[in-house]
């Protein structure tokens, strides 16, 4: 069954996002049990919401539910946001960011500041989407397709290149104990900047910024909606437990 939000906050979600781009859900709480850490979530895969159409698709519960928000949940009271400036990092220790639309510079400088003040960050960095959507391409309802995030990756001293000639088959990537699923990744490399990042396995760096902590996955097929690959969630658990010590 769709997971259902509240008619309250809906309708709060809906008169926030009048006149902007955020998506559905952007800028409203989770209702979750008291006492578990609070999630920062932004991007432009749909793992809120699910994929909606319309805040009226949101109401009557018919948008297609993504898998992995329950398994956030598990751990994470959610807080959906539409900006990492101003006053939406405040109060956060965790954030996961999924595919997110180019950030501006403020919240470039808004975000390196946070980390190095100690949040901890979940990037997912997909240089070529490749999971499906029913929106087409240049609906600003759709997963972003090209991640657009060259200031803050080469401030942190990364480099994400992308092989546009590669024809290989959706394949999965061995990390610690799990299979992690990848789909024409991205490859970083290690260039000079403020972090000091480890790289594995070509897809995956972990930096320590000042006194936070970045994970970046050059990758978001993890993520994909309509065919999750059977990995998928126990890869998930993984880079939770990475990033936050949350499993």
Not at 120 to 136: H, I, N, Q, V, W
Not at 154 to 174: I, K, N, P
């Amino acid at each position: 069954m769709p997971l259902r939000p509240s008619l309250n906050a809906a309708v709060a979600a809906a008169l926030m996002c009048l006149g902007s781009a955020c998506q559905p859900g952007e800028a409203v709480q989770s209702e979750q049990a008291e006492g578990s850490p609070e999630l920062g979530l932004m991007g432009t895969i749909p793992i809120y919401w699910g994929e909606a159409g319309d805040f009226g698709e949101v109401l009557a519960g018919d948008s297609a539910a993504h898998w992995a928000r329950p398994r956030l949940e598990a751990h994470f009271r959610l807080r959906p946001i539409d900006s990492l400036a101003g006053p939406g990092l405040a109060g956060l220790d965790y954030l996961l960011l999924a595919q997110p639309r180019a950030l501006s510079p403020a919240e470039n400088v808004a975000l390196d500041s946070w980390v190095r003040d100690g949040g901890k960050l979940l990037l997912f960095a997909d240089p070529m989407l490749t999971g499906e959507s029913r929106f087409a391409i240049g609906d600003r309802r759709r997963p972003q397709d090209v991640i657009l995030l060259s200031p803050i990756l080469q401030h942190w001293g990364l480099g994400l290149q992308f092989d546009d000639s590669s024809d290989e088959e959706a394949t999965a990537v061995r990390m610690s104990d799990v299979q992690v699923p990848v789909d024409l990744p991205g490859t970083f490399v290690a260039r000079d900047g403020e972090a000091d990042c480890e790289i594995r396995a070509q897809v995956l760096a972990v930096c320590a910024i000042g006194r936070g902590r970045a994970v970046i996955l050059a990758d978001a097929a993890l993520l994909d909606l309509h065919h999750a690959h059977p990995e998928a969630p126990a890869a998930l658990d993984w880079l939770l437990a990475e990033s936050f010590g949350q499993r």
